[in-house]
């Protein structure tokens, strides 16, 4: 299996944006479908993006539609999350996973994710 490391999160104003990144090890990164989730304090944990494999087709839940952007770098193992325009709903951890197509179910081990705060 791939091991996935979450980086980028921080502290950011209400407005600002931030590019997580996950980066994971192995040769086959390329072949999966990739996601990222978040789980906000007292919430269950949601989809907030996909990728699929090729980078051709990506999917957003509708409260970062048009905020963020996924995208992946495979010669580099790296998935990307591009968030402007950040709310103080984005606030949770977020995490990286490979995923399967449109269900988007996660199939590997969650990691540590990282934290993202914006203040008001």
């Known amino acids: 299996q791939v091991q996935l490391v979450e980086s980028g999160g921080g502290l950011v104003q209400a407005g600002g944006s931030l590019r997580l990144s996950c980066a994971g090890s192995g040769r086959t990164f390329s072949s999966y479908h990739m996601g990222w989730f978040r789980q906000a304090p007292g919430k269950e944990r949601e989809f907030v993006a996909g990728i699929r494999w090729n980078g051709g087709s990506t999917y957003y839940a509708d409260s970062v539609k048009g905020r963020f952007t996924i995208s992946r770098d495979n010669a580099k193992n790296t998935v990307y999350l591009q968030m402007n325009s950040l709310k103080r709903e984005d606030t949770a951890v977020y995490y990286c996973?490979?995923?399967?197509?449109?269900?988007?179910?996660?199939?590997?081990?969650w990691g540590q994710g990282t934290q993202v705060t914006v203040s008001s």
């Open positions: 996973n490979a995923v399967l197509y449109e269900s988007w179910t996660p199939i590997l081990a």
